[in-house]
T-cell receptor, first 112, second 113 residues
Framework: AQSVTQPDIHITVSEGASLELRCNYS??????LFWYVQSPGQGLQLLLK??????LVQGIKGFEAEFKRSQSSFNLRKPSVHWSDAAEYFC??????????FGAGTQVVVTP | KAGVTQTPRYLIKTRGQQVTLSCSPI?????VSWYQQTPGQGLQFLFE???????NKGNFPGRFSGRQFSNSRSEMNVSTLELGDSALYLC????????????FGPGTRLTVL
């Protein structure tokens, strides 16, 4: 069965500092991987996705993620965070039928 | 292009009642999925419809049901509401299931008293 682990429930980062959110997945075949962001009271917005090809994926809002098959990881990074990046971030893996399995989420707090 | 819309945005019901939530996908999208989000269980898949057929179902009791219309709009119904059904219900649409890129609506916040 597929599963996703986000080891960090909560991360605090200073504005302008770099951010890395960890994601580990378990999936038998080649995974379809996603990062979503959710602001309070809002739905989920897709930041980026990995289906195949280049293992470094660029997304919106200056985010990128790197797929590492050997480590079963798909970590999300941003070189310099902005106060507007404060939100909850979800990593997800999809099977070929389109069913998304989400991690528990990482709450990001940005301090001045 | 308009995004995924969900109605109503907020709903308050009492135990034992039933509720129907509506989702209008992005124009041209034929796949609609539903997810439940709670603080305790996180985001959980409910079911997915494609061209009016349920193609995938999560591990939820039969009280949770859904349907999809010919215009791809979808509804989900929860009967005999329980306190634990209080959650944010999210709808997502995609053009083709194979692309697996789903676009989410803002959700319906259901509170069961």
């Amino acid at each position: 069965a597929q599963s996703v682990t986000q080891p960090d429930i909560h991360i605090t980062v200073s504005e302008g500092a770099s951010l890395e959110l960890r994601c580990n997945y378990s999936y038998g075949a080649t995974p379809y991987l996603f990062w979503y962001v959710q602001s309070p009271g809002q739905g989920l917005q897709l930041l980026l996705k990995y289906f195949s090809g280049d293992t470094l994926v660029q997304g919106i809002k200056g985010f990128e993620a790197e797929f590492k098959r050997s480590q079963s990881s798909f970590n999300l990074r941003k070189p310099s965070v902005h106060w507007s990046d404060a939100a909850e971030y979800f990593c997800a893996v999809s099977d070929s039928w389109g069913k998304l399995q989400f991690g528990a989420g990482t709450q990001v707090v940005v301090t001045p | 292009k308009a995004g995924v819309t969900q109605t109503p945005r907020y709903l308050i019901k009492t135990r034992g009642q039933q509720v129907t939530l509506s989702c209008s996908p992005i124009s041209g999208h034929r796949s609609v999925s539903w997810y439940q989000q709670t603080p305790g269980q996180g985001l959980q898949f409910l079911f997915e419809y494609f061209s009016e057929t349920q193609r995938n179902k999560g591990n939820f009791p039969g009280r949770f049901s859904g349907r999809q219309f010919s215009n791809s709009r979808s509804e989900m119904n929860v009967s005999t509401l329980e306190l634990g059904d209080s959650a944010l219900y999210l709808c997502a649409s995609s053009f083709e299931r194979e692309f697996n890129e789903q676009f989410f609506g803002p959700g319906t916040r259901l509170t069961v008293l």
